[in-house]
């Protein structure tokens, strides 16, 4: 008998409309305003610190809900968001610079759903608010760090072409690097050599006798400020990939600006430390044979600077850098032999063969890893933004047992949650020029709400008008095409939710109002397919055989056309043009399975493998 249907294929379809169901459930449950307050550097909250937290906000009679202490975290969550914002200047006031409060939304799913790893759809910027960071590119460091480059690259070079200098000592002030010769023929012989190998180079006469100014062209500054601005573009996307944040906004504004969106993001605390944070790391020699008690009353010999080390412990280290972060391409945290916290680094070929070249004739000297930090002061420049100050520390120093290369560790790290915080900076790559957030906006879920209750409007609005047509027009047969729509909305709401990094955007709202009305156009080439055939003078079961098997070809063409359309779209379209494409892929696909799989079953279940003789279509 045609149209009976084995019952494994009613499990089948009962059993992925349950899982897209389970999955669509934590979309219910409303979130908190909440605060979430992290340690800086990788460390943690206590214990104590939450129990005083608690206490101020009872004080102060803030109504929270809960404040729990979650992997080294606070997370508080509050009624209202009056309650989250006074909230957050009694935590700021009291826990003071070295932690990080934000703002923050915290999901209400259920314990149960949570266990099975079900969780609301992330909602973009514009539906769901989320952190607005204006972020500024410190040029002159970028410049400053040229200069010193230059400086470097400049005793390189005369050495090798057995040009003698008395000093090569760049100003940072001025912005160029005064090199001292000893006769005219010898600035002369510097000049040429230096030209041979730079024709951007710029010479103008030193203040003291034989020696001449050296800065390159005003073209090669705006190269240098466009690489830093674009390398730092790049490096931040890579930051905003480790912190798994689904479609944010990263682009230029201006001449050294970048603006970075962050939607539908849960842990904002850690993605303003990471983003914030411009950390960086120098290997430099040790200079073991320098006086450290002179240097510590201020007579520094030349060529060596006095660093200190974590536990206070001062270090005079050679200028000369031989190896920094741009050429680390790979860190993870680990624990060494001693169960101590530990960072193995990676380096590219370039920096590999630099560290190789640098350690070939330092076998039994001591290497430091000097960690640099960029902290924004209280003082302000003249544009209104906080000055950053370069804080510089020895993390570790250490024999230098063999021949180094592009794989070594550092150890000497203070706790695991810090190992791997400097793992994921180092990993996602060093900054060419410190950056530091000049403005930061978290836009609350108000903004987006009328967004979703006009979103939420206009599809329910068009699923009723698309209900009662097809009740009205093919009567039995309408309600089932009414089901299948249903259906499909808990779907496409299932299958967002489990996709991992899929975001739902006021376009992709527009995906999904679109995909209700072509959800029953499948259904309508089927159905007219039947009438077509029953008028034919068909039974009614070869009408429904017929009419599906010769409407599915029909059916598959017209949605492969739109499918391509919207992968070409998520190919080449970004932000909210990429989450429309999704949510019209999505939902063509599960269109095309509730109405050719989903309303056959029912229409085989009523109708099929018995004597009807005629159909309420």
């Known amino acids: 008998m045609l149209n009976k249907n084995p019952l494994w294929r009613y499990l089948l379809v009962i059993g992925v409309l349950l899982l897209a169901l389970v999955y669509a459930l934590p979309n219910l449950y409303p979130e908190d305003p909440a605060l979430n307050i992290s340690a800086t550097r990788g460390g943690v909250v206590s214990e104590q610190a939450r129990a005083e937290l608690e206490r101020s906000f009872d004080q102060a009679n803030i109504s929270a809900k809960s404040v729990v202490l979650e992997e080294g975290q606070v997370l508080a969550r509050f009624n209202t968001t009056e309650d989250q914002l006074q909230a957050r200047e009694i935590a700021a006031e009291k826990l003071g610079a070295n932690y990080v409060t934000a703002l923050n939304l915290a999901p209400a799913t259920p314990a149960w759903l949570n266990a099975i790893g079900a969780s609301p759809m992330k909602l973009g910027l514009d539906l769901r608010g989320g952190v607005h960071f204006l972020m500024a590119v410190d040029m002159k460091a970028a410049l400053n760090k040229n200069l010193n480059d230059m400086e470097e690259t400049f005793r390189a070079d005369l050495r ?79 930051r905003v990939n480790e912190i798994g944040v689904a479609e944010p906004i990263v682009q230029r504004q201006g001449a050294d600006r970048i603006v970075v969106q962050l939607p539908g993001v849960q842990d904002t605390a850690k993605a303003k430390e990471i983003l914030g944070a411009t950390a960086t790391l120098e290997f430099r020699l040790v200079d073991t044979d320098a006086d450290l008690a002179a240097a510590l009353e201020g007579r520094i010999p030349p060529g060596t600077e006095l660093f200190y080390s974590r536990d206070g412990r001062p270090v005079l280290l050679e ?65 209104g933004n906080p000055i950053l100050v370069k804080n510089q520390e020895v993390i570790n120093d250490a024999t230098i047992q063999a021949r180094l290369g592009r794989d070594f560790r550092i150890t000497g790290i203070d ?56 009740v009205i027009y093919y009567k039995a047969f309408g309600l089932v095409a009414n089901l299948a729509l ?77 499918l391509l359309v ?14 429309f494409a999704v949510t019209l892929a999505i939902g063509i696909l599960t269109s095309i399975f509730t109405a050719v799989v989903g309303t056959r079953l029912l229409v085989n279940l009523f109708w099929g493998g018995r004597r009807v003789q005629s159909l309420p279509i």
Request: glycine share 8%.
């Open 319 to 383: 200028k000369k850098i031989m190896l920094t972060g741009e050429h680390i391409t790979g860190a993870s945290s680990s624990f060494d032999e001693y169960s101590r916290p530990q960072v193995s680094i990676k380096l590219d070929a370039k920096g590999g063969n630099k560290l190789s070249e640098s350690t070939r004739t330092a076998i039994g000297r001591r290497m430091a890893s000097v960690f640099i930090e960029y902290k924004p002061s209280e003082e302000l420049d003249e544009k």
């Open 160 to 238: 090798e072409d057995r040009v003698r200098y008395r000093n090569i000592q760049a100003d940072l002030a001025k912005g160029y690097v005064t090199i001292t010769m000893r006769s005219a023929e010898d600035v002369a012989a510097a000049q040429a050599a230096l030209k041979k190998r730079d024709r951007e180079l710029v010479f103008s006469p030193g203040a003291e006798e034989f020696s001449f100014n050296t800065s390159i062209s005003e073209l090669r500054l705006k190269e240098i400020q466009e690489y830093a601005l674009e390398q730092n573009i790049t490096i931040i996307r890579n």
């Open 415 to 470: 706790s695991p949650g810090e190992a791997q915080n400097l793992a994921t900076l180092l990993r996602a790559g060093a900054l060419l020029a410190p950056i530091q957030i000049i403005e930061e906006r978290t836009i609350g879920p108000s903004l987006g709400k009328e967004n979703i209750q006009l979103g939420t409007t206009a599809i329910m609005w068009g699923m009723v008008t698309v209900l009662i047509f097809m």
């Open 566 to 579: 919207a992968l070409i779209l998520f190919g080449i379209g970004t932000g909210p043009v990429k989450g």
């Open 486 to 562: 249903v259906a499909n909305l808990v779907l496409i709401v299932g299958v967002m939710s489990m996709i991992p990094g899929a975001t739902l955007t006021l376009p992709g709202m527009a995906g999904i109002v679109l995909t209700v009305g072509m959800a029953v156009d499948a259904n309508v080439l089927i159905f007219e397919r039947i009438r077509e055939e029953l008028a034919d003078g068909r039974s009614v079961q070869q009408a429904i055989h017929h009419g599906y098997d010769r409407a599915f070809a029909t059916i598959t063409d017209s949605n492969i056309t739109t």
